[in-house]
């Protein structure tokens, strides 16, 4: 099967095309043909052994060990990098039930990755965690693999926000795969959300409902904060502003600031349920930047690498 390799860490180009063996599935995993992945922030990260923020010695050694005691020393352990992929079940194994031939399926991988390549096996173990599901009949395979990063994580950040009718809510990078279903997710559950993002992306997050919005490029953005019930920074340490740093003391008495770099995500059996109910009913909608096909996957990994994509870059298999 066509696949891409992650040679070592490093730029876009350590990326390479490759044909691998196909994928034989045992008795406990299900076999889905992809369709489309997508490239994610952590899949850069991954890629390009990059930690997040700026920390000093020797928090910064300790951080490099256990990133290489995680995910391989010299080069990601599985090549085949990517966490989120789309695509139709080829096979299912005695022991699923859950799953057949020809559903429609969606996932984020944990551990195991292996997206960017045509097929990947999911074990029962993964299925059980929460990593994969039927893909909403209202979107396409584009979208599922857009969505469900971005979607995944904002369900796993806010769930303890108390977000709801009369609450303030702050999104510091609304217009990332994080933000915008973190704005979509808090305008469903009746928030005033106020949308943090570049001039470039007011259109963006003023069509996704936010109901104010302040441009962290401008002099004056400070001024315009007001007192949050929760605070979200969808964009992590890497990425700050004068204005993120006074967003910490915007948070109202009894309020909460999170950041989607605040401890590791551990995907939920619930989560994609979660997503998939608000895919269904409308309140989540995918937000695609730009899709490339697999063979251009280092064009694609330059572009996220800049770090100014709106929404998800799509990955067509
Ligand atoms: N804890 C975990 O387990 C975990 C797992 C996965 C990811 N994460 C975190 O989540 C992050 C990825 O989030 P994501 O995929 O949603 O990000 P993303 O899509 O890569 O973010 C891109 C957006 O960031 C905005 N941006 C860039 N610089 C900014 C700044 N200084 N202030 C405000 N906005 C800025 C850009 O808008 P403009 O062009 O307008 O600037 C762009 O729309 C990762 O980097 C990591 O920190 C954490």
Do not use: W
Not at 113 to 132: N, P
Request: with cysteine.
């Amino acid at each position: 099967m066509k696949a891409i390799i992650c040679t070592k860490y490093g730029p876009p180009e350590v990326l390479q095309h490759n044909e691998v063996e196909k994928p034989i599935p045992k008795d406990n995993e299900v076999l889905v043909k992809i369709h489309a992945t997508a490239v994610t922030a952590s899949d850069c990260v991954i890629r390009g052994f990059k930690m997040p923020g700026n920390p000093s010695f020797p928090k910064k050694q300790i951080m490099e060990l256990m990133m290489r005691l995680f995910l391989g020393i010299s080069k990601p352990r599985n090549p085949i990098i990517g966490l989120v992929f789309s695509g139709v079940v080829e096979s299912a194994g005695k022991d699923i039930n859950q799953f057949k031939k020809g559903n429609r399926v969606y996932g984020f991988t944990g551990i195991s990755r292996g997206t960017y390549a045509e097929f990947k096996c999911v074990s029962a173990k993964e299925v059980a965690q929460g990593e994969l599901a039927i893909i909403p009949d209202n979107i396409s395979h584009n979208e599922a693999a857009a969505v469900v990063y971005g979607g995944v994580l904002a369900i796993h950040f806010m769930k303890d926000g108390d977000i709801q009718s009369g609450k303030k809510v702050l999104i510091y990078g609304a217009s990332g795969a994080i933000g915008t279903v973190a704005l979509q997710l808090s305008k469903h559950l009746g928030a005033e959300v106020t949308a943090i993002c570049s001039s470039s992306n007011i259109a963006l997050v003023k069509s996704l409902g936010a109901d104010k919005v302040i441009d962290y490029t401008k002099d004056d953005s400070i001024n315009q904060l007001e007192c949050y019930d929760f605070i979200l920074d969808a964009v992590g340490e890497n990425k700050s502003s004068k204005l993120k740093i006074q967003c910490k003391k915007a948070i109202g008495e009894n309020g909460k600031y999170v950041s989607v770099d605040d401890g590791f995500l551990k995907i939920q059996p619930h989560y994609l349920v979660k997503l998939n109910e608000l895919i269904e009913a409308g309140h989540v909608k995918a937000v695609i930047d730009r899709d490339y096909p697999l063979e251009e996957i280092v064009e694609a990994h330059k572009y996220v690498d800049k770090g100014h994509k709106k929404g998800n870059v799509v990955i067509t298999v």
